[in-house]
């Protein structure tokens, strides 16, 4: 079980955003991310719980922050509640996308194993809700993910498969890299893995067929 410390940055400027404390595991339904925020000060931010059923798509996700709070699956796309600090103004949402997104490292490994790109894959594009900091409001956004490279390194637990990603902004134009081992980002903007006091899980499988298709 893979447990540690991201460091989270302004992607533009690198202000600092605080640190996400996070363990992750496979299971026999799938995947399962939970993970507590801090900020540069040490006080707590908020949380956020991920569980991808056996296809990589969400059964259950849950994010809090700033007294806000999103309740989401997959359900005729994706579904969600957003509830307010009063606790009495909850909102539903549903998108006809493939997955969710956010500012957690998580969301990165999710949509990986909902591709399963190979190297050999074509663009993939793919549509998520993301919930941006720091009231966790909804935003669809379209991207392109492709595998460009898997490279093995030596380590002292054996070789470690490390991938890289090419991800594009299909409404901005706007490129960036997404570095991950298993299910463990090691580099992505605004995000760089501090520790990590076990190693990384194997990814699944790939499957000939994607659902973003």
Known sequence: ?????YSLHDPHDRTPLGDEHFHCAPGPSGWRYVAQRTAPSGDPLG???LALDELGRPIRLELHAGGWQIRGAALEGVTWV????????????NVRAHAFSGTSPAFLVAVTRLLRLTPDSP???IRLVTFTDPV???LTVDQSWALRDSEAHPTDNGPLLVDTYQVSDLNTGERHTVHLAGDV???????????????????PAPRQEHPAE
Do not use: Y
């Open 82 to 93: 957003r509830t307010g600090p009063t606790g009495t103004d909850a909102a539903e949402g």
């Open 136 to 138: 966790l409001a909804p």
């Open 123 to 125: 663009e993939t594009r």
């Open 185 to 203: 980002v090691l580099a992505a903007p605004g995000i760089e893995l501090e520790d990590l006091e076990s190693p990384p899980s194997p990814k």
């Open 1 to 5: 079980m893979p447990r540690g410390r």
């Open 47 to 49: 949380s956020a719980d």
